[in-house]
């Protein structure tokens, strides 16, 4: 989620609710000790304890393919005030693999395990150190070693991905493999893809056995999945979020961030987040459509104003 998911969206989504632990995009660790400006940029909320101001926490996630340097940025991690490291072997970015990260380690689940017990031993033993795999590179077939690897080398948690780095994001999550994994070692597995709806997260959970789940794209795709899911274990009733409540999400982060960006990028980050809003709501293509061409503050509060107005329109209807 390089680049989507950073820390105005993890405040948003984590004070909406829903969200027990956050995890940062990634740090990419080459050969250097990096700064500690590098670890505070993506994750200011380690000057707070390492949570989200309505105090979900949050796991900094590092992504590298060398021990010692992945230790080493690790110590200086959790020096800034990191509580968590998490350890990326997911990625499935070319620039990433083709730069020795992310999921290209799993074609060595000796290397794998190495680079989780060089940062397990280096960091104090309070501090969590998760991993992230994927169920393979090429293929499927290196999921167990991956995921006993990752035990062996010390994870206190791995997450897994069900599909191999070749088959990207297309659907189907191979979730049966994840139920395989979660049976074969004993640390705890989350579970993790094509989790867009609450029927999906029980269909997932009655395969794979798991408990803990993880949400990338859906979470931006439908921000209350995780209260949806929390309201059915608790046997409550929920209604989902409508349309201008979600608006009412994007508005606020296009204030918060307003400031932040140079004027001719205004409103890229609200469009980044409507492509995936607009795979649950329909209304989401339409409010794209409104402002996919426009950067002016004008005509882009204008338009949140029409989406906002007649949410409350239909409230005072109802």
């Known amino acids: ?10 405040a948003i989504l984590s004070e909406l609710g829903g969200v027990d632990v956050c995890v940062t995009e990634f740090v990419r660790v080459t050969h250097t000790r990096l700064p500690r400006r590098v670890f505070t940029r993506l994750c200011p909320e380690l ?3 390492a949570a989200t101001a309505s105090g979900t926490p949050v796991k900094l996630q590092l992504l590298g ?9 690790a110590v200086r991690a959790v020096a800034a005030g990191a509580r968590a490291i998490d350890l990326n072997f997911g990625c499935p970015a070319k620039s ?15 290397r794998v395990e190495g680079i989780i017990a060089a940062v397990r ?4 033993a309070q501090i969590p150190v998760s991993a992230k795999i994927r169920l393979g590179f090429e293929d499927r077939s290196s999921y167990l070693d991956n995921a006993r690897a990752a035990e062996a080398g010390g994870a206190s948690e791995l997450a897994v991905h069900a599909r191999s780095k070749v088959d990207g994001y297309r659907p189907p999550a191979y979730w049966e493999y994840i139920g395989e994994i979660r049976q074969q070692i004993r640390i705890p597995v989350v579970a993790n893809g094509d989790l867009w709806t609450l029927s999906d997260y029980l269909r997932c959970r009655e395969v794979t056995g798991c408990d803990a789940f993880m949400f990338g ?6 921000p209350d999945i995780g209260l949806q899911i929390r309201a059915h274990c608790e046997n409550r009733p929920y209604t989902p979020m409508s349309w201008q409540e979600v608006a009412g999400l994007l508005y606020r982060y296009y204030r918060t961030t307003q400031t932040i960006y140079p004027a001719k990028y205004l409103g890229n980050r609200i469009k980044q987040w409507l492509a995936y809003l607009k795979l649950s709501y329909p209304e989401a293509t339409i409010f794209f ?10 005509l882009l509060e204008r338009a949140f104003a029409r989406q906002l107005a007649s949410g409350t329109a239909d409230i005072e209807a109802a």
């Open 1 to 10: 989620m390089e680049g989507v998911i950073d820390h105005h969206v993890r």
């Open 47 to 49: 000057a707070t304890g």
């Open 65 to 73: 393919g060398n021990p010692q340097a992945m230790a080493d940025n």
């Open 96 to 110: 990433v693999n083709n730069s020795d990260g992310g999921a290209c380690l799993l074609q060595s689940p000796s």
């Open 121 to 124: 031993k280096a960091v104090p």
């Open 217 to 222: 794209r859906s979470l931006l795709a439908r």
């Open 289 to 298: 459509d409104e402002i996919k061409r426009h950067r002016e503050p004008e």
